[in-house]
């Protein structure tokens, strides 16, 4: 998980910058004055020029330091204004939606079947906000928390099973297009609500992404105390480059204003914070015969 960055470091590096610079400067003219004596400052010279050199690596350093903490802070913005266009877009299209809904409902005479359409219209898009606050709280509860409850135990099979129905609704498609293969004997260690949003991310982001015909089949193994979960999509796929990228927060793959599918940039950020914090890994691979992606979850095992 990315921890909230304090501001005691960069602080420090400038002050000791500062501190280089002008002790720097000062044994440059020491050096000049010593050069202009004569040999016989010889081991003064030699010793001023030597902690003159290693001032300068420092101040070398300390500039590539903080380039470097320039650049991460430039992607950060970027990133940071691609969420708020995409949550701003989460926001406004549901709303616009239920406002036309009732402005409707209300100024015309509408026949029941009509009113029907509108009544589950408007239940998908209080779903949709649903969805998207508490997308934002599991942020803030992961970011807020460290790795706790890991003495719990989750059996893994009625979880999937319970995710896909959630997912499956939400995007309005058949069963047989997320397959399970999960023995009933596996469980990881770690809490429940933890393993939930990591596995609804994963579920959900694949489904969305391969819309409108998806194929994902989600299967695990254990070995070696080790639960190993793979859930394939037939999606884009994502490309070699960024597939370390994609776990990053606020990242998205595309601009906010080209792209039609929802989302905030968080779920993949979430499913690594909450990984890591279960003392497990996952990985983003592509598919070798077909489009699409794998994501592979290693948990460890209960039992």
């Not at 928390?145 to 939400?170: C, F, N, Y």
């Not at 969305?208 to 695990?220: F, G, I, W």
Request: proline share 4%; with cysteine; aromatic share 4%.
């Amino acid at each position: 998980m990315e921890p909230r960055r304090s501001l005691r470091w960069p602080i420090l590096l400038g002050v000791l910058l500062i501190g280089s610079l002008v002790t720097l400067t000062v044994g440059w003219v020491l050096v000049s004055i010593a050069a202009a004596l004569g040999s016989e400052n010889a081991v003064f010279y030699w010793a001023t020029l030597g902690v003159g050199v290693a001032l300068l690596v420092v101040v070398l350093a300390g500039v590539i330091v903080y380039l470097a903490l320039t650049v991460k802070a430039i992607a950060l913005s970027q990133r940071q204004s691609n969420f708020i266009d995409s949550v701003t877009h989460e926001l406004k299209s549901p709303l616009a939606s239920l406002k036309l809904c009732l402005q409707t409902l209300t100024r015309r005479s509408v026949p029941a079947e009509k009113q029907a359409d509108f009544h589950r219209l408007m239940l998908q898009d209080v779903e949709r906000l649903d969805g998207l606050i508490d997308h934002l709280l599991d942020a803030a509860r992961t970011l807020n928390h460290r790795a706790a409850g890991s003495g719990e135990v989750t059996e893994l099979e009625p979880l999937l099973v319970q995710v896909r129905a959630a997912v499956i609704q939400r995007h309005e498609v058949g069963e047989e297009c997320v397959r399970i293969d999960c023995g009933p004997e596996l469980r990881v260690r770690g809490r429940e609500t933890d393993v939930e949003i990591i596995f609804r991310n994963l579920l959900d982001n694949a489904v969305k992404y391969s819309l409108p015909e998806p194929d994902v089949e989600v299967t695990a193994t254990v070995a070696k105390g080790v639960v190993t979960v793979r859930v394939a999509d037939n999606g884009p796929g994502i490309p070699l480059a960024q597939r370390n990228a994609v776990f990053r927060r606020f990242v998205r793959l595309g601009s906010e204003l080209e792209r039609s599918t929802p989302g905030t940039g968080l779920g993949l950020f979430l499913v690594r914070a909450l990984v890591k914090q279960m003392r497990g890994r996952v990985t983003a691979k592509g598919r070798l015969t077909q489009r699409g992606s794998i994501f592979e979850v290693e948990l460890p095992a209960s039992g």
